[in-house]
């Protein structure tokens, strides 16, 4: 078989991809992005065919972060009938799935085979065809989108919830609970301008609504499936200057900040106050 001769940037950009994917070779590198190819001319030809009409995910989709990037479990609809799922710990595509519309996944779990992350229709990224992929994983800010729609999404999903504008009516407990486990598994640093999913040890939160700031000490139950109770630091205003009093801070009160987003971060546990410093890099 003849060898094929490829400039040193585009070997670059090839081994890249076959350590991001776990590819075990420059050829099945190859042979997924021909095949990613073929699936979108497929997907062009569909929509050059068909009327202009607004899909269901378009529908779904308006107030995303990005376009043709979804979390599972808001998707309804896909345009082209073809979803690729990734995994938003490691950046590695899980599956390739072809599906019908409109969706109605109430339930998807899987396992990452590369970071060994469960993962469920909460945390895991659809792709569709009109997404940059290749453009992205070029760039390498793929991880970092694929982050950043979670996260929005998370936020989003709670915010409905606190204004009752869901229509499966989850528990926001055991909501909460489950993103705060995500989090705290996948080690993610929060962004200071997100309500928070959650609590941890060491860190101070803002409570918007109050103005008030909640220094969390540690925790005082072990809850398997609850927000646990915190002892904290309860500070009427800048802690550098204000007086404080300290409490135990129980799960359902915690619950309640975090469903009506009215906490920030404000410093994490070991660093300087994030309103005067730079945010870290995550």
């Known amino acids: 078989m003849g060898t094929i001769r490829v400039r040193d940037w585009t070997k670059e950009q090839i081994e890249q991809i076959r350590d991001a994917e776990s590819h075990s070779s ?125 996260v929005d999404y998370w936020d989003r999903t709670l915010d409905s919830v606190a204004v009752g504008a869901v229509d499966d009516d989850p528990d926001p407990e055991r909501l909460v609970w489950q993103f705060d486990q995500y989090r705290r598994e996948l080690s993610w640093e929060w962004p200071v301008d997100v309500p928070v999913v959650g609590c941890t040890a060491g860190a101070t939160y803002r409570n918007t609504a109050t103005d008030e700031y909640l220094e969390i000490i540690e925790p005082v139950s072990e809850h398997r499936n609850a927000m646990d109770s915190f002892k904290i630091r309860r500070y009427s205003g800048d802690p550098d200057t204000a007086a404080s009093e300290t409490e135990i801070l129980d799960g359902a009160t915690i619950t309640e900040h975090i469903v009506n987003r009215r906490l920030l971060i404000e410093s994490r546990p070991d660093s300087a106050s994030l309103s005067e410093s730079a945010e870290p890099t995550p």
């Open 26 to 150: 420059h050829d099945s590198v190859i042979k997924s992005l021909l095949k990613d190819r073929k699936i979108a001319e497929y997907a062009d030809d569909v929509v050059g065919d068909a009327p202009e009409t607004i899909t269901d995910s378009r529908v779904n989709s308006a107030d995303t972060a990005f376009d043709d990037l979804t979390v599972l479990g808001e998707l309804s609809g896909v345009d082209s009938g073809v979803l690729f799922l990734w995994c938003p710990n490691c950046g590695t595509e899980l599956a390739h799935l072809t599906v019908d519309t409109p969706l109605g996944l109430s339930v998807f779990e899987t396992e990452c085979q590369r970071c060994l992350t469960h993962l469920d229709r909460h945390v895991i990224v659809a792709i569709e065809i009109g997404y940059p992929l290749e453009q992205k994983l070029v760039d390498d800010s793929l991880q970092d989108e694929l982050r950043e729609c979670v």
